[in-house]
């Protein structure tokens, strides 16, 4: 959009707002989003994130948070209601530059205006990644192939930081399973992975009927008792974590061309839109008991990927197998995906980004019990988020020293009650 609309829009409140709530940008923004939601934490976001909201707009994981806190148009309305007519009129005035029907705003549809335009501005953000991509998007002809419909209601994400480290886009996320006290329930993270097997274990372009399903569960079988997956749920997490999260399209996994004795290096390849470029994303996964050792095996796992074993660049094209796309894929789609690969100015990534998944043993308070629930979730949150800070540290130190700053990390953590054990457990229950 030609300007800023969710900066304008916190621009206006705050020239009303009280001096403690104007006091610093990104208390403003807190304060915004703590009205318009019933849920929202003053913590889910550090301040260096609450300002890039303020200069930069929403974008679709923020949007995705504000909604997962349960928008409270009414409590929003009312906040803006309380405002005195002096300074709704100049709310007004700031709102005015991005009236679209260009008429005057009303004093009295001041609170109804704002509560519009922030319920479309997240709109928007949202579903913005959803819009036709451009001819040489990986978009064009990937389609997503997870179901998601209920990823909100099965994860909270507590906690989304970038790192200064990296050069190139990436993101951190710490989520969190619903509901947000510790010991957690896998139930329903347990049906969104059963929703979702076919369409990790299969090809696309292929028909999800009952023989399929009953296909794609002896594929994760045998691939399972294979001994090559560590972790076949963290596997599936990183799948649906990175199509729901990021956008990236699954190409092909490592459980999917198993069936025919073939094997890659990564756990999946995926093709991600980004800003107009393409890349190139290895999926990785850990599930430990304990967080620092998950961080250090996911990136032991890191370096044994083939482009990182070369002294050379290797370039995204020469990490896809022809072969077996020709085998997955229509010649035509196979011949389109191998066209988006070929390094062209602006199109493609030169350098592979990464997809990693991290369960890990949650580190439980022993005064959660004698919380109330609101205060065992603000706890839990607060412990996970603070993960969130560990795995950046440690994160940025291995990227450091693998020179990997020019490489993408598109990070998702999530604490379980025992990974080590957790992980087989799950998965034996859901393929047998």
């Known amino acids: 959009m030609a300007n800023n609309e969710f900066k304008i829009l916190i621009d206006s409140l705050r020239t009303a707002m009280s001096k403690e709530d104007r006091r610093s940008i990104e208390r403003s923004v807190n304060v915004v989003l703590s009205n318009y939601t019933k849920n929202w934490n003053e913590n889910i976001y550090s301040l260096q994130n609450l300002k890039k909201l303020y200069y930069k707009g929403l974008n679709q994981n923020a949007a995705q948070t504000i909604k997962d806190a349960e928008i409270d148009v009414d409590s929003f309305r009312r906040y803006v209601d309380d405002f005195d007519d002096i300074d709704k009129d100049a709310i007004a005035l700031k709102l005015q530059t991005i009236n679209k029907d260009g008429q005057e705003i009303e004093t009295n549809a001041v609170s109804y205006f704002c509560t519009n335009l922030l319920n479309r501005l997240v709109e928007d953000a949202i579903t913005k990644q959803q819009k036709k991509p451009t001819k040489s998007g990986p978009n064009e002809y990937l389609n997503k192939t997870v179901s998601d419909d209920s990823f909100s209601s099965v994860f909270t994400e507590v906690a989304s930081e970038e790192s200064p480290l990296i050069n190139n886009s990436n993101g951190i996320h710490a989520f969190i399973l619903k509901p947000e006290f510790f010991p957690f329930s896998y139930n329903n993270m347990e049906n969104l992975i059963l929703n979702n097997i076919t369409s990790y274990a299969v090809a696309r372009g292929i028909e999800k009927n009952d023989v399929t399903g009953i296909k794609a569960t002896r594929i994760l079988r045998d691939y399972m008792q294979s001994g090559v997956p560590q972790d076949l749920l963290g596997e599936m997490l990183a799948y649906i974590f990175l199509e729901h999260i990021d956008g990236a399209r699954k190409i092909y996994t490592r459980a999917e061309i198993s069936a025919n004795s073939r094997t890659i ?27 620092q050792d998950a961080i250090q095996n996911v990136v032991l796992e890191l370096k044994k990927f083939r482009n990182n074993q070369s002294e050379s660049l290797i370039m995204p094209i020469d990490l896809i197998d022809s072969s077996i796309l020709r085998e997955q894929y229509s010649d035509e789609e196979s011949k389109a995906i191998l066209k988006v690969l070929v390094p062209t100015e602006n199109e493609i990534d030169e350098v592979a980004a990464y997809g990693l998944f991290v369960g890990y043993k949650f580190a439980a308070d022993d005064n959660l019990k004698n919380c109330s629930t ?59």
């Open 265 to 291: 290096n990564s756990e999946g390849i995926y093709l991600k839109d980004n800003k107009g470029k393409s890349q190139l994303v290895l999926g990785a996964s850990q599930l430990n008991d304990d967080l």
């Open 374 to 432: 609101d205060e065992a979730k603000l706890k839990c949150r607060k412990i996970v988020e603070n993960d969130l800070h560990q795995v950046i540290s440690q994160l940025d130190n291995e990227i450091r020293l693998n020179d990997w700053q020019r490489s993408s990390f598109y990070v998702y953590m999530l604490p379980l009650i025992s990974p080590s054990t957790d992980g087989n457990m799950i998965m034996r229950e859901l393929i047998g």
